[in-house]
């Protein structure tokens, strides 16, 4: 029996952004569900459950790093890996986001869709070879 | 020495120096004019007196030659005289009984006048004797030596016989030298008196003009020093007059420019108790003048606030220049504190510090509404780009796309790029405003045209977001104005952006265009978020974006009132709004309605 495809959640409030993110996932072969803010993110990761998080830092209502947060003291999300895109680059104190959130990934704008897709799907490996 | 004494001193040694050489002078030459008049005289005696005594001897006639001598010696008031024969022996003598005997030879001063010899000697009783001896020759016959002897008259014995004479002669130079040094004295004693002020004034090293005093000698002399030293002390007086006003009016001067300043400025000791406080430092710790409580404590007392005690002394310790926020009241100001050490003029370590006390609160402000823009306008710049980044990269991956999602993509690409310009066209625009050179060329527009071209803009954002989108337009066509239809368009694009922006999902805007009189009136109503009363008057500031939560989502740079209202502004128009928090707000355009005129 083939595995189920693993489910992205890509939180991010720029249509635009969420929609290409989607498409390039998806023609990927994983199931993607987009939300457009911190809350509808949160609502979303609460209803099902999701294997990998992208997740936007600049958003209205909850902004990413407080959904991590969220996540991260939430039994289900504990270690699930979370990317984070970001417009702010070079200013985020990413060793702490690293280390603090457990982050796997910060992705500055622009980014490439493709490295995105390569680096989930390094993700997934790993994730395969230490649950076989 | 004094001077008065130098001067006499002076005055004997050279007068009586002087004298007693012109003494010596009289006397020596006296003394060789005396002696060479008395050999002559001799000499004179003897040359008349030897032919005498030659026939004589040629008489071979002891008597008569006798005679002769005696005769001599009375006529020439000889001491003696005498003739020696060859042998030495008296063969006359004028003296008794020195007939036979051997003449002696005479020990003195010899000297000899061609054959006439003379010598000169002191005899037992220390009487000058001058004794002249002629051979007596005749032809081949030599009777022997005539001699004769005078007193040689010298000066000292006429000065020791007249000794007492003398003495009382030389008592009246004595007088009169001693009356002179006296006069002299006399009259050079106010030269005296002014001599010794000057000297002592030179012996001092900061000597002060007004030290010299008034002698109290009368005369000239005296008068017109007194007159000087008068004139110094007057001088001394009026200069150091001048030199008080001159101090006084740079202090109140200092202090007029100090309270003039509008940061504190206070200068404390080592040990940071306040010495002197300019007015701005009273105004912002709020300390009344008269009460004048500030001189004597420390700084630190007035510039703790509540709760950071610690954080002050040792950030003021660490730093000569510290940050500190200060509650008054319930605004919160933002102080910058400086510590400079006071220099002294003769460049010695000073213990005096000079602090300055600036209220930066408005400074800090501009720099966090700054900081808030850049933010805004980073994440306003990155968006489209990424957007069109990811979109291309994922266009060019053919595999990924079929050719409706191919068109979708392009036509995003092309939207995020109008986006981005026009966010580039904003921040343009934002800067000419600053540099003051934001322009507007204006042309003949017709209001309903733009209007029109301005609802179809917006629909899009209204029809997001379901509002109710009502447009208002008079019945009458309205005239056309003479403005820059662009700037007016982003203006009102503006407006009805913001309305559009802070309004939720299901609310309503309300556009009216009226002509009011000369004017043109736009208004864009909403039932949005509404504005905070107090954020009103800040609300066309450039950067300023409410803190607002409800605002703070959205997007935005907190430029675009500003724009718009400079774009009125150079219309010759203005921009009013009515507006309660949580209910909505109402924008106001009003344009002058100009067409062509003052062209």
Redesign the interface.
Known sequence: MSKPKPQILVVED?R??A???S??LE?AGYRVTVAFDGEAGWTEATNENFDLIITDQ?M??LNGVDLCRRLRSHDQYKSTPIFMLT??GLELDLTALKDELGISEVFG??????MITKYVEQCFVESAVFSS | MELSQRIAVSYLLFVVVGTVALGVGIFWSTQKFLSTRSENRGLAMVGQATPVVLISCLKHDAEHLQQTVQHLHAKHRLLYGCVTDNSGKYIAHTKQGQLGKRARSEIGKKKSWGDIQTVAFENEKQISILEYKAPLVSGKQNFGTLTMAVINPSIWDTLRSSQDYILIALLFPAAILGAGVIVIQRSIKPLCAIEKQLRYSNSVVNFDRSKFDSISMKGPVANGWNRLVEGLRLGTQSDQKILDAVNHYRQNQVFKILDSLPDGIVVTDSQNVIKLANAAFLNIFEIAEEKAEFVGKSIIEFIRSDGNQEDVEMSLASNSISELSRFSGDSERVLRIARHRMREQNDSECNQQIWTISDITQRKLTEKMRDEFLDSATHELRTPLSNIKAYAETLAISEVLDVEQQKEFCNTINSEATRLARFIDDLLSISNVEAGSLAISRENTEVDRLMREIVEKVRPSMVKKDLEFNIDLPQKTLPSLFIDKDKIQVALVNLMGNAAKYTPKGGRVDVTVKLLEDQIVFSVEDTGIGIAEDEIPKLFDKFFRSDDNLVQNETGTGLGLSLANEIIRLHGGKITVESQKGQGSKFTIFLPAKSEAFA
Request: hydrophobic share 40%; glycine share 0%; charged share 20%.
């Open positions: 720029n635009a952004m929609r290409v993110i498409v390039v023609s600049q209205p209502k417009a702010k704008k622009p980014f490439s869709p493709s």
